[in-house]
Protein backbone atom coordinates (compact mmCIF):
# COMPACT_ATOMS: atom_id res chain seq x y z
CA UNK A 1 0.00 0.00 0.00
CA UNK A 2 0.95 3.50 -0.66
CA UNK A 3 0.71 6.52 1.06
CA UNK A 4 0.60 9.76 -0.77
CA UNK A 5 2.39 13.46 -0.07
CA UNK A 6 2.21 16.24 -1.77
CA UNK A 7 0.81 14.84 -4.69
CA UNK A 8 2.88 12.07 -5.02
CA UNK A 9 3.20 8.36 -4.48
CA UNK A 10 5.61 7.27 -1.36
CA UNK A 11 7.94 4.73 -2.40
CA UNK A 12 6.78 1.44 -1.10
CA UNK A 13 8.42 -0.52 1.47
CA UNK A 14 11.31 -2.60 -0.04
CA UNK A 15 13.16 -5.94 0.85
CA UNK A 16 15.44 -8.22 -0.11
CA UNK A 17 12.61 -10.46 -1.39
CA UNK A 18 10.70 -8.42 -2.93
CA UNK A 19 13.44 -7.39 -4.81
CA UNK A 20 13.95 -10.71 -5.49
CA UNK A 21 10.82 -11.32 -6.63
CA UNK A 22 11.45 -8.26 -8.69
CA UNK A 23 14.44 -9.63 -10.57
CA UNK A 24 12.74 -12.69 -11.45
CA UNK A 25 9.75 -10.65 -13.40
CA UNK A 26 12.74 -9.32 -15.25
CA UNK A 27 13.85 -12.58 -16.14
CA UNK A 28 10.94 -14.02 -17.10
CA UNK A 29 10.39 -11.14 -19.49
CA UNK A 30 13.00 -10.09 -20.62
CA UNK A 31 16.17 -12.46 -19.81
CA UNK A 32 18.91 -12.46 -17.78
CA UNK A 33 20.91 -10.35 -19.63
CA UNK A 34 18.53 -7.68 -18.84
CA UNK A 35 19.15 -7.52 -15.33
CA UNK A 36 20.50 -4.54 -13.71
CA UNK A 37 19.74 -2.36 -11.03
CA UNK A 38 17.32 0.26 -12.87
CA UNK A 39 15.61 -2.22 -14.83
CA UNK A 40 14.80 -4.20 -11.43
CA UNK A 41 14.02 -0.60 -9.91
CA UNK A 42 11.64 0.39 -12.58
CA UNK A 43 9.90 -3.23 -12.19
CA UNK A 44 9.29 -2.00 -8.63
CA UNK A 45 8.45 1.71 -9.61
CA UNK A 46 11.59 3.09 -6.96
CA UNK A 47 14.64 4.89 -7.25
CA UNK A 48 17.65 2.53 -8.52
CA UNK A 49 19.60 3.97 -5.39
CA UNK A 50 16.95 2.62 -3.12
CA UNK A 51 17.91 -0.85 -4.21
CA UNK A 52 21.28 -0.46 -2.42
CA UNK A 53 20.01 -0.52 1.10
CA UNK A 54 19.01 -4.68 0.13
CA UNK A 55 21.37 -5.51 -2.31
CA UNK A 56 25.46 -4.81 -2.94
CA UNK A 57 24.48 -4.67 -7.47
CA UNK A 58 23.81 -6.77 -10.02
CA UNK A 59 25.74 -9.79 -8.91
CA UNK A 60 24.45 -9.84 -5.58
CA UNK A 61 20.74 -9.42 -7.39
CA UNK A 62 21.67 -12.87 -9.17
CA UNK A 63 23.01 -14.56 -6.27
CA UNK A 64 19.96 -13.83 -4.60
CA UNK A 65 17.67 -15.27 -7.54
CA UNK A 66 19.85 -18.40 -7.54
CA UNK A 67 19.54 -19.22 -3.93
CA UNK A 68 15.39 -18.21 -4.02
CA UNK A 69 15.52 -20.72 -6.42
CA UNK A 70 17.20 -23.63 -4.92
CA UNK A 71 16.39 -23.05 -1.44
CA UNK A 72 12.34 -23.57 -3.13
CA UNK A 73 13.26 -26.82 -3.72
CA UNK A 74 11.32 -29.18 -1.79
CA UNK A 75 14.01 -32.31 -1.30
CA UNK A 76 12.22 -36.03 -1.82
CA UNK A 77 13.06 -38.36 1.11
CA UNK A 78 15.80 -40.94 0.02
CA UNK A 79 15.44 -44.45 -0.53
CA UNK A 80 18.68 -45.64 -0.56
CA UNK A 81 18.04 -46.56 -4.56
CA UNK A 82 21.20 -44.09 -6.33
CA UNK A 83 19.00 -43.90 -9.63
CA UNK A 84 15.44 -43.68 -7.70
CA UNK A 85 17.03 -40.97 -5.47
CA UNK A 86 18.65 -39.25 -8.71
CA UNK A 87 15.79 -38.89 -10.36
CA UNK A 88 13.67 -37.69 -7.93
CA UNK A 89 16.13 -34.71 -7.09
CA UNK A 90 15.81 -34.24 -11.09
CA UNK A 91 12.10 -33.72 -10.78
CA UNK A 92 11.98 -32.01 -7.99
CA UNK A 93 14.23 -29.18 -9.89
CA UNK A 94 12.45 -29.38 -12.92
CA UNK A 95 8.92 -28.52 -10.90
CA UNK A 96 10.42 -25.47 -9.29
CA UNK A 97 13.05 -24.76 -12.36
CA UNK A 98 9.92 -24.20 -14.28
CA UNK A 99 8.45 -21.42 -12.32
CA UNK A 100 11.25 -19.60 -13.94
CA UNK A 101 12.99 -21.23 -16.86
CA UNK A 102 14.97 -18.35 -17.95
CA UNK A 103 16.21 -17.94 -14.64
CA UNK A 104 17.83 -21.87 -14.18
CA UNK A 105 21.14 -20.97 -16.04
CA UNK A 106 22.15 -18.91 -13.27
CA UNK A 107 22.96 -22.48 -11.04
CA UNK A 108 25.45 -22.89 -13.18
CA UNK A 109 27.27 -19.91 -12.98
CA UNK A 110 26.96 -18.49 -9.46
CA UNK A 111 27.84 -18.73 -6.51
CA UNK A 112 26.07 -20.04 -3.30
CA UNK A 113 26.52 -18.91 0.44
CA UNK A 114 23.57 -20.10 2.39
CA UNK A 115 22.95 -23.56 3.53
CA UNK A 116 19.22 -23.73 2.54
CA UNK A 117 20.46 -22.89 -1.55
CA UNK A 118 23.08 -25.45 -0.96
CA UNK A 119 20.91 -28.39 0.48
CA UNK A 120 20.15 -29.87 -2.71
CA UNK A 121 23.59 -29.64 -4.14
CA UNK A 122 24.64 -31.54 -0.82
CA UNK A 123 21.66 -33.52 -1.07
CA UNK A 124 23.19 -35.00 -4.70
CA UNK A 125 26.52 -35.22 -3.73
CA UNK A 126 25.55 -37.77 -0.85
CA UNK A 127 23.55 -39.74 -3.25
CA UNK A 128 26.78 -40.53 -5.47
CA UNK A 129 28.80 -40.73 -2.61
CA UNK A 130 26.97 -43.39 -0.83
CA UNK A 131 26.57 -45.03 -4.40
CA UNK A 132 30.65 -45.40 -4.33
CA UNK A 133 31.42 -42.50 -5.73
CA UNK A 134 35.17 -41.03 -4.78
CA UNK A 135 34.55 -36.85 -3.64
CA UNK A 136 36.44 -35.17 -6.83
CA UNK A 137 34.00 -37.57 -9.24
CA UNK A 138 31.21 -36.77 -7.25
CA UNK A 139 31.42 -33.32 -8.10
CA UNK A 140 32.13 -33.88 -11.71
CA UNK A 141 28.96 -36.18 -11.72
CA UNK A 142 26.97 -33.80 -10.29
CA UNK A 143 28.21 -30.91 -12.66
CA UNK A 144 27.53 -32.74 -15.61
CA UNK A 145 23.94 -34.06 -13.80
CA UNK A 146 22.92 -30.22 -13.72
CA UNK A 147 24.32 -29.28 -17.08
CA UNK A 148 21.73 -32.00 -18.32
CA UNK A 149 18.83 -30.82 -16.40
CA UNK A 150 19.22 -27.43 -17.31
CA UNK A 151 20.16 -27.86 -21.15
CA UNK A 152 16.68 -30.10 -21.07
CA UNK A 153 14.64 -27.52 -19.30
CA UNK A 154 15.98 -25.02 -21.73
CA UNK A 155 15.63 -26.98 -24.80
CA UNK A 156 11.88 -27.90 -23.50
CA UNK A 157 10.69 -24.44 -22.55
CA UNK A 158 11.78 -22.84 -25.94
CA UNK A 159 10.66 -26.46 -28.20
CA UNK A 160 7.15 -24.62 -29.49
CA UNK A 161 8.22 -22.75 -32.45
CA UNK A 162 11.02 -25.31 -33.66
CA UNK A 163 8.95 -29.06 -33.05
CA UNK A 164 5.35 -30.38 -33.59
CA UNK A 165 4.82 -28.98 -37.20
CA UNK A 166 3.96 -30.89 -40.78
CA UNK A 167 6.40 -27.97 -42.49
CA UNK A 168 9.24 -28.69 -40.04
CA UNK A 169 8.65 -32.98 -41.04
CA UNK A 170 8.17 -31.73 -44.79
CA UNK A 171 11.66 -29.39 -45.02
CA UNK A 172 13.57 -31.90 -42.39
CA UNK A 173 12.40 -34.87 -45.59
CA UNK A 174 13.55 -32.91 -48.03
CA UNK A 175 17.00 -31.72 -47.12
CA UNK A 176 18.58 -34.70 -49.49
CA UNK A 177 20.55 -36.06 -45.99
CA UNK A 178 19.50 -39.45 -45.59
CA UNK A 179 20.18 -39.20 -41.92
CA UNK A 180 17.55 -36.50 -41.33
CA UNK A 181 14.95 -37.69 -44.15
CA UNK A 182 14.90 -41.08 -42.11
CA UNK A 183 14.73 -39.13 -38.36
CA UNK A 184 12.55 -36.83 -39.77
CA UNK A 185 9.41 -37.98 -38.02
CA UNK A 186 10.84 -37.96 -34.64
CA UNK A 187 13.27 -34.75 -35.08
CA UNK A 188 9.80 -33.05 -35.73
CA UNK A 189 8.11 -33.66 -32.91
CA UNK A 190 8.90 -32.93 -29.41
CA UNK A 191 6.98 -35.28 -26.03
CA UNK A 192 8.26 -32.57 -23.02
CA UNK A 193 7.80 -35.51 -20.62
CA UNK A 194 9.51 -38.17 -22.67
CA UNK A 195 12.33 -35.80 -23.43
CA UNK A 196 12.93 -35.14 -19.88
CA UNK A 197 12.52 -38.72 -19.07
CA UNK A 198 14.73 -39.82 -21.34
CA UNK A 199 17.84 -37.19 -20.69
CA UNK A 200 17.66 -37.83 -17.15
CA UNK A 201 17.71 -41.60 -17.39
CA UNK A 202 20.53 -41.31 -20.01
CA UNK A 203 22.49 -39.23 -17.77
CA UNK A 204 22.13 -41.15 -14.19
CA UNK A 205 22.69 -44.36 -16.34
CA UNK A 206 25.86 -42.97 -17.35
CA UNK A 207 26.96 -41.30 -13.96
CA UNK A 208 26.21 -45.07 -12.27
CA UNK A 209 28.15 -46.92 -14.84
CA UNK A 210 30.78 -44.66 -14.08
CA UNK A 211 30.87 -45.50 -10.62
CA UNK A 212 30.67 -48.95 -11.19
CA UNK A 213 33.97 -49.03 -13.55
CA UNK A 214 35.70 -46.98 -11.05
CA UNK A 215 34.90 -49.21 -8.54
CA UNK A 216 35.87 -52.65 -10.00
CA UNK A 217 39.52 -51.01 -11.23
Excluded: C, W
Excluded at 31 to 50: E, I, Q
Excluded at 75 to 102: N, V
Excluded at 167 to 188: F, V, Y
Amino acid sequence: MTETRRGRPRTPLLSRESIVEATLQVIDSEGVAAVGMRSVARALGVDAKSLYNHVDGKDDLLDAVTEHLLAGLVLPERTGDARRDLHAIAASFRDQALRHPQAAPLVLTRQLASSQALAPINAVLEVLKDAGAETGDAVHMLRMLLATLIGTLLREVSAAPTFGSNDREGTLAASGLPALIEAAPHLARFDREAEFEYAVDLAITAVLHRIDLRRAR
